[in-house]
């Protein structure tokens, strides 16, 4: 009799799909996958739907709307297991840069007729809504860190994912410092490792794609910025992108409003 194999779902919320594209940029590795696991609903890739319950689902996207808001809960209770992919599933998105404003402004300068949108006033993380198992960041997310996360899943085991700053990468990799040899603003020293530090690599500032590393000092990086000259307004944006609404980045900006 042939071994019952675990049934994966791939979600989308409000997001580009980048993350869901990372899984299916794992190429070979698929195949392997393919032989352990069920792929039992992901739309990006096949029009193919097997009904839950699910034993792991991904979750990409943020929470926008109030529909999204009861889909999630809905995808909570078919899965036994719950890992958001991506800084819009994990903290709101570059999409969450609305929550310092007015939805409702913008909804009436964009669209035609504002009474057919239905909107929530803030995007919010999968966590904000339901229990999440595991929260893989990235913008987009790093496909062998995805791998990883499946293989402890049918493993048994806890990810291993690294917990350290871009800076450690950049120093393995011999990389000089932005910051030092230039005077570039560089998010590096709180973001969460993941993408091999790829700007840095370029001789770019990091732009924190991966979110806050773990007990981030971010109020000590800008007293760097500001030492390197840089505005309150400018330091406020740098904490304002692809997860600018991750609570340490969200405050560190609020801290520099004026």
């Known amino acids: 009799m042939a071994k019952k194999k675990p049934k994966l779902a791939v979600w989308k919320f409000a997001s580009c799909d ?52 009861e889909r999630i809960h ?81 493993n048994k085991r806890k990810p291993v994912t690294p917990a350290h700053s871009v800076c450690m990468d950049c120093k393995r990799k011999g990389i000089v410092c932005v910051m030092v040899s230039k005077g570039d603003p560089c998010l590096g020293p709180v973001t969460h490792a993941g993408c091999d530090a790829l700007c840095p690599s370029y001789n770019r500032g990091c732009f924190g794609c991966y979110g806050p590393k773990e007990i981030p000092n971010t109020s000590a990086l800008s007293k760097e910025f500001k030492r390197l000259g840089k505005t309150n307004e400018e330091i406020k944006l740098a904490f304002r992108s692809f997860n600018g609404y991750a609570e340490p980045f969200r405050k560190e900006s609020e801290a520099h409003e004026e």
């Open 18 to 69: 980048g993350c869901q594209l990372s899984l299916l940029d794992c190429e070979d590795e698929l195949l392997a996958l393919a032989e352990e696991i069920e792929i039992a609903n992901f739309p990006e890739a096949s029009r193919a739907f097997i009904k839950g319950p699910y034993d792991l689902s991904l979750v990409e996207g943020s929470i926008t709307t109030p529909h999204d808001a």
């Open 74 to 154: 809905k995808i909570r209770r078919s899965s036994k297991f719950l890992v958001t992919i991506g800084a819009c599933a994990t903290a709101g998105g570059i999409q969450a840069l609305r929550n310092f404003k007015d939805v409702n402004e913008f909804i009436s300068i964009v669209y035609a007729n504002p009474s057919y949108i239905d909107t929530l006033q803030k995007s919010t993380a999968i966590a904000d809504h339901v229990r999440v198992d595991f929260e893989l960041r990235g913008c987009p997310i790093n496909k062998a860190q995805l791998l990883e996360v499946i293989s402890a899943y049918l």
